[in-house]
T-cell receptor, first 111, second 114 residues
Framework: TQLLEQSPQFLSIQEGENLTVYCNSS?????LQWYRQEPGEGPVLLVTVVTGGEVKKLKRLTFQFGDARKDSSLHITAAQPGDTGLYLCAGSMDSNYQLIWGAGTKLIIKP | NAGVTQTPKFQVLKTGQSMTLQCAQD?????MSWYRQDPGMGLRLIHYSVGAGITDQGEVPNGYNVSRSTTEDFPLRLLSAAPSQTSVYFC?????????????FGPGTRLTVL
C-alpha cells in the first residue's frame, strides 16, 4: 500500500503550458519534500514544506502544503523542456527521519 | 567536495553471485541510507545508519547486509543475488536527524541479475 499517492503518473505537454501534479495521503506528515530526478541521476531536493497551508515558490514552480498536512501540490507555470524529469514527493511522519516516498510523476515537456 | 559517490555505475550478476556496492560521502554526514528504485514503486529503504557503528533495517532489508565502520563509507552487500534484486540502487546521506534536512543522493548503481 502506497502511503503517498502521486498523480498523474505520467504527463506529456507542450512547452509554455501550465501543469499541476499532486501528492496525496490519508496520513498527516510533519514535513514534505519535493525532489526532481533526471535520467541516470539521483533525486535532487527542490523544496521542503513544514507548515499547513504553506506556499513556496522556486522561479516558475509553486509548491503548496495542504492545510491538514496530508497533501501537497506542485504547479509549474509556462513549462520548459528543462523541467522534464521525474518528480518525487517524500513525507516525514516523525522525528526519526523515515521518509515515505511517492512513486513519482514522470513529466515530459515537448519543445 | 564530491558529495555522494557510488561505484560501480552498472553491474550484471548471475543468480547466486555476491557483490558489494560502494558508497562514500565527504560531507561528514551522520545519516546514510540505501534505497532501491523500481518502476512505479518509488524509492524503498533497504538499510540505514545514524552514525559509524550503527545500522538498522529499512522497509526491504532481506538479502542485503550493510556496515558502517567510518563516517564516510556505507557499503551494501548482496549475499546471494536473485533476479528480484534487479533494480537501481541509490545511496544517500544527510546531516542529522531533522526531517527537514536535505538528503543528498549518489548517481546510482544499475544492477541486473540474470
Amino acid at each position: 500500500t502506497q502511503l503517498l499517492e502521486q498523480s498523474p503518473q505520467f504527463l506529456s505537454i507542450q512547452e509554455g503550458e501550465n501543469l499541476t501534479v499532486y501528492c496525496n495521503s490519508s496520513s498527516v506528515f510533519s514535513s514534505l519534500q519535493w525532489y526532481r530526478q533526471e535520467p541516470g541521476e539521483g533525486p535532487v531536493l527542490l523544496v521542503t514544506v513544514v507548515t499547513g497551508g504553506e506556499v513556496k515558490k522556486l522561479k516558475r514552480l509553486t509548491f503548496q502544503f495542504g492545510d491538514a498536512r496530508k497533501d501537497s501540490s506542485l504547479h509549474i507555470t509556462a513549462a520548459q523542456p528543462g523541467d522534464t524529469g521525474l518528480y518525487l514527493c517524500a513525507g516525514s511522519m516523525d522525528s526519526n527521519y523515515q521518509l515515505i516516498w511517492g512513486a513519482g510523476t514522470k513529466l515530459i515537456i515537448k519543445p | 567536495n564530491a558529495g555522494v559517490t557510488q561505484t560501480p555505475k552498472f553491474q550484471v550478476l548471475k543468480t547466486g553471485q555476491s557483490m558489494t556496492l560502494q558508497c562514500a560521502q565527504d560531507m561528514n554526514h551522520e545519516y546514510m541510507s540505501w534505497y532501491r528504485q523500481d518502476p512505479g514503486m518509488g524509492l524503498r529503504l533497504i538499510h540505514y545508519s545514524v552514525g559509524a557503528g550503527i545500522t538498522d533495517q529499512g522497509e526491504v532489508p532481506n538479502g542485503y547486509n550493510v556496515s558502517r565502520s567510518t563516517t564516510e563509507d556505507f557499503p551494501l552487500r548482496l549475499l546471494s543475488a536473485a533476479p528480484s534484486q534487479t533494480s537501481v540502487y541509490f545511496c544517500a546521506s544527510r546531516d542529522s536527524g531533522g526531517s527537514t534536512d536535505t538528503q543528498y543522493f549518489g548517481p546510482g548503481t544499475r544492477l541486473t541479475v540474470l
